[in-house]
């Protein structure tokens, strides 16, 4: 097995009053050479956004963007003709393909707090697409919950690319073995909230890790733990 580390306090960071953005991969203001991607995830912000604030309109192509919404609600009204509510434990994914363009601001009255996710497509300039599921806290408790994957189903959304997304919500003492698929070579997890054990490594809330050269990723959770785990291939 490898593995690397990045701790929370590591993280890139961009405030600008009504969004505060941490950076795990290289993304806008902040570039690392060591973090341009792992496997097909090229972006990984955790964002924060005041309420009244947002992303006015704005363009995508070619680029699976997925939101999972932590806390708050935002709209999402996009060039296909979607207009919609993204609220806590909500999930969406547009599938951007040969282009598309969307906004995004929260209309909540409490800040929102959502994981904004970037995956390389399988194919290029593809029809646009978007999905959304909610994925309630009280129905994941001890379990992993697959909420991206490449497989077509109503229980979670698609992707256009041999990856797949969990979220993990479980109780202190808990431990979970999750298997890769055979396609995908790398794993990375992000801790929200708790502190869990990542194939003997410790993670404290924010931090994550990627891993590679392994079949199995072991996780113990010494606290309540909430974390999502991302599969890709390492390449195309």
């Not at 992303?55 to 997925?66: D, K, V």
């Not at 995004?104 to 194919?123: A, C, M, R, S, Y």
């Not at 969990?166 to 999750?178: N, P, R, W």
């Amino acid at each position: 097995m490898n593995h690397r580390i990045i701790r929370a306090a590591e993280r890139g960071l961009k405030d600008i009053g009504w969004l505060q953005s941490n950076f795990s991969l290289s993304f806008s203001s902040y570039y690392n050479p060591e973090r341009t991607g792992f496997g097909l995830l090229r972006v990984f912000n955790d964002d924060f956004v005041k309420p009244g604030n947002g992303f006015g309109l704005h363009a995508h192509a070619n680029m699976e963007i997925i939101s999972v919404m932590l806390a708050g609600r935002m709209n999402h009204i996009d060039s296909m003709g979607y207009r919609e509510e993204v609220a806590t434990d909500s999930v969406q994914i547009m599938s951007a393909g040969s282009g598309l363009r969307h906004e995004e601001h929260n209309i909540g009255d409490d800040e929102v707090n959502f994981l904004q996710i970037w995956i390389e497509p399988k194919l290029q300039n593809v029809t646009p697409r978007y999905q959304k599921r909610s994925f309630p806290a009280e129905k994941r408790k001890n379990q992993l919950t697959t909420i991206v994957s490449n497989e077509e189903g109503t229980a979670h959304v698609w992707i256009n690319q041999n990856a797949k997304l969990s979220l993990g919500y479980f109780d202190a003492g808990q431990m979970v073995d999750y298997a890769l698929k055979p396609l995908n070579k790398c794993v990375f997890v992000f801790l929200m909230e708790g502190e869990i054990t990542v194939n003997g490594q410790l993670l404290n809330k924010r931090d994550s890790i990627g891993l590679w050269d392994t079949d199995i990723v072991s996780i113990a959770c010494a606290q309540e733990s909430k974390f999502i785990v991302i599969e890709t291939p390492i390449n195309h």
